[in-house]
């Protein structure tokens, strides 16, 4: 019996093509990566409905280098698909190598999207990943080269399919005859594919190229008002956002929160002059139960050193030019 790893999201494609391979007989077992921008929730509950191992494991500092510097470029907006999908490849078959996989496979299909799944977009995947000759895609199998894996017999070619183009009815009528009844809708899932998200990074690398994985984590959270060059303030907008920020602080942030009236959390990344901190702390009082009040006292909480400053809450109009949309 053969055996096959296999990127799986959870979405309708990824189990399809492990469903694919392993209703012919071959061993399957998924794999899924874990980034800021996606994570494996998905792909647990597909593993689990359909009954094959899940490996699941964090890459968030090679991802992010990546995305800074990606060789094929973004997509529509930060998404750089093919570098991702290399990148995926490449530690997929390391983990193949590692642990005695056969060959790979993926539920990419031929066509779906026109930058990142046309065929010479597919090719330039599996040639950047280093395994050219080990990646499988049972959905387009039939429409794409013959691979070594069909013609060492590890796979049957004919039961592979030969589906393309954007419309999902021949997934959808297989999951129906495949017994798949759950799985998430079409698109979504990844953060790099969402405009307002993806605003949020541009402004960030151009600001910080050497931003970290915690400056990501916090670019999720909040409202963001940038206040100068390397120097920005992230807003809860309510209790969750407010515990997040709490836990991804770091000791050289500066914490500000109104004393004497209840509102969100804010934190100052970067060295703020006196100015910033000023308009950071009337930025946290308007969008508190202080915000009609003339002047809220904020508490400014940096390592173990704590000051306050008594200012007048600033405009929402105003406080929206600073704001990264």
């Known amino acids: 019996?053969?055996?096959?790893?296999?990127?799986?999201?959870?979405?309708?494609?990824?189990?399809?093509?492990?469903?694919?391979?392993?209703?012919?007989?071959?061993?399957?077992?998924?794999?899924?990566?874990?980034?800021?921008?996606?994570?494996?929730?998905?792909?647990?509950?597909?593993?689990e409905l359909m009954q094959i191992p899940l490996?699941?494991?964090?890459?968030?500092?090679?991802?992010?280098e990546m995305l800074k510097n990606p060789r094929y470029g973004?997509?529509?907006?930060?998404?750089?698909?093919?570098?991702?999908?290399?990148?995926?490849?490449?530690?997929?078959?390391?983990?193949?190598?590692r642990d005695g996989f056969d060959f790979l496979f993926s539920g990419e299909v031929l066509g779906q999207r026109p930058m990142s799944q046309n065929a010479s977009a597919l090719q330039a995947v599996a040639k950047h990943s280093g395994y050219p000759k080990r990646i499988l895609r049972?959905?387009?199998?039939?429409?794409?080269?013959?691979?070594?894996?069909?013609?060492?017999?590890?796979?049957?070619?004919?039961?592979?399919?030969?589906?393309?183009?954007?419309?999902?009815?021949?997934?959808?009528?297989?999951?129906?005859?495949?017994?798949?009844?759950?799985?998430?809708?079409?698109?979504?899932g990844c953060l790099l594919t969402e405009k307002s998200f993806s605003g949020r990074l541009r402004d960030l690398l151009s600001d910080n190229p050497e931003a970290s994985v915690r400056d990501i984590e916090l670019l999720k959270?909040?409202?963001?008002?940038?206040?100068?060059?390397?120097?920005?303030?992230?807003?809860?907008?309510?209790?969750?956002?407010?515990?997040?920020?709490?836990?991804?602080?770091?000791p050289s942030d500066y914490l500000l929160r109104?004393?004497?009236?209840?509102?969100?959390?804010?934190?100052?990344?970067?060295?703020?002059?006196?100015?910033?901190?000023?308009?950071?702390?009337?930025?946290?009082?308007t969008y508190g139960k202080g915000a009609e009040a003339s002047e809220v006292e904020i508490q400014i909480r940096q390592g173990d050193a704590v000051n306050r400053l008594t200012v007048p809450p600033l405009p929402r109009d105003t406080a929206s030019t600073l704001q990264i949309f």
């Open 1 to 47: 019996m053969s055996r096959a790893i296999g990127l799986l999201s959870g979405g309708l494609d990824s189990s399809l093509a492990a469903l694919a391979l392993k209703r012919q007989g071959v061993d399957v077992t998924g794999l899924a990566f874990v980034t800021p921008f996606f994570g494996s929730a998905n792909a647990e509950r597909a593993a």
């Open 55 to 64: 490996i699941v494991e964090v890459i968030s500092e090679v991802h992010l």
């Open 74 to 97: 973004y997509g529509k907006n930060m998404n750089p698909c093919i570098d991702c999908h290399a990148l995926m490849f490449r530690l997929a078959g390391e983990v193949m190598e």
């Open 138 to 188: 049972p959905l387009s199998a039939k429409l794409l080269p013959i691979t070594p894996m069909e013609e060492e017999g590890l796979v049957k070619r004919e039961e592979l399919l030969d589906i393309q183009g954007r419309s999902r009815r021949r997934q959808q009528e297989l999951a129906k005859e495949w017994q798949l009844t759950d799985y998430p809708s079409s698109g979504g």
């Open 221 to 250: 959270l909040g409202r963001q008002f940038r206040l100068g060059p390397a120097v920005k303030l992230v807003l809860g907008r309510n209790r969750s956002d407010n515990e997040a920020l709490q836990r991804f602080a770091d």
């Open 258 to 285: 109104a004393h004497g009236y209840s509102g969100p959390l804010g934190i100052v990344t970067g060295t703020a002059s006196d100015e910033q901190l000023k308009t950071a702390s009337a930025i946290v009082a």
